[in-house]
């Protein structure tokens, strides 16, 4: 009996493979969208981020504003005392200050600020306490209080806060404190204390 080896057709498999691989050049037409796809894409992010990087208007810049006193040597009395701010140490045309006032527009805000005293006089009490806050023409901010407790021994401390602000209109901010003991004598130092501001929305 004569057995025959029994082998594909190489005509029929190169015909088979041929058409695949005719079927696979498909695969660049769908390059060809994917790459369109792609490219539309990358242009509307590319479009999303450029418009967050310029939308300011009454929107969150999340660019820092900060001004300070650099005269220091003001008395903190027993009634409130606008602390001086005579200097932008990081500057913005959206706000200006003057006069120890910060001019600010509308919107959120993110804001910070320092009291920064020494003890001069060490014949008064020997402990006390200094309130400081933020005033918004005059009326303080509520949720921007904080008090700090000392020791004449100490030689001096600060009051420092960070809250958020809401401002509905123009607001013109004051930095303010006051101490709680009248026979302690209390000066700012200079260049320490400040406000900062960055706008969330």
């Not at 769908?30 to 450029?50: E, P, S, T």
């Not at 009634?79 to 919107?107: F, H, M, R």
């Not at 003890?119 to 901010?141: E, F, H, K, L, Y």
């Not at 809250?163 to 302690?184: G, I, Q, R």
Request: with cysteine; proline share 3%; aromatic share 8%.
């Amino acid at each position: 009996m004569t057995y025959r080896s029994q082998q594909p057709a190489p005509h029929d498999h190169e015909g088979a493979y041929a058409a695949v691989d005719h079927g696979h050049t498909g695969y660049a037409t769908d390059d060809h969208n994917h790459d369109a796809d792609y490219a539309g894409a990358d242009h509307d992010h590319d479009a999303d981020y450029a418009a967050i990087g310029h939308s300011h208007d009454g929107g969150a810049d999340f660019k820092p504003y900060c001004v300070r006193d650099t005269t220091g040597n003001q008395t903190i009395g027993t009634s409130p005392t606008t602390i001086n701010l005579d200097a932008e140490t990081v500057d913005d045309d959206t706000y200006s200050l003057a006069n120890d006032t910060v001019t600010v527009p509308a919107g959120k805000y993110l804001v910070s600020y320092c009291v920064v005293y020494d003890i001069t006089s060490t014949s008064g009490g020997t402990r006390g306490s200094v309130d400081a806050w933020i005033a918004n023409g005059g009326t303080p901010i509520p949720q921007s209080y904080s008090r700090d407790y000392h020791r004449e021994a100490s030689g001096g401390s600060a009051c420092q806060s960070t809250f958020v602000a809401v401002f509905e209109a123009e607001a013109s901010l004051n930095l303010v404190a006051d101490m709680n003991y009248s026979d302690t004598a209390l000066d700012t130092v200079a260049g320490r204390s400040q406000v900062s501001l960055v706008k969330l929305a």
